[in-house]
Nanobody
């Protein structure tokens, strides 16, 4: 069984930074990638960023390129999302997910990020 637990959310002002963390656990945790998604009130969940578990290749949504950085600590099975220059439109619940078996199979419970103007 794989578990993902997000942390680091909070209430900040526009222009501030936050660092989200995704702690993973599972005896045979070897995903293809780990990613971050977000869901704003009244909107669908959207992709934010991902990182390949083996090769470290990263992908970002256009809306966060240059502001967010995803990284991983394989020894600790942890993935981070450094979010800089936050905007009110970044307000959402952020979810961590593990890609395995061709789908985003495992999901955390989410951590809320609120950016005030």
């Amino acid at each position: 069984q794989v578990h993902l637990v997000e942390s680091g959310g909070g209430l900040v002002q526009a222009g501030d930074s936050l660092r989200l963390s995704c702690a993973t656990s599972g005896r045979t945790f070897r995903p293809y990638a780990v990613g971050w998604f977000r869901q704003a009130p009244g909107k669908e969940r959207e992709f934010v960023a991902s990182i390949g578990w083996s090769d470290g290749a990263t992908n970002y949504a256009d809306s966060v390129k240059g502001r967010f950085t995803i990284s991983r600590d394989n020894a600790k099975n942890t993935v981070h999302l450094q979010m800089n220059s936050l905007k009110p439109e970044d307000t959402a619940v952020y979810y961590c997910s593990a890609h395995q078996g061709s789908i985003w199979r495992y999901w955390g419970q989410g951590t809320r990020v609120t950016v005030s103007s």
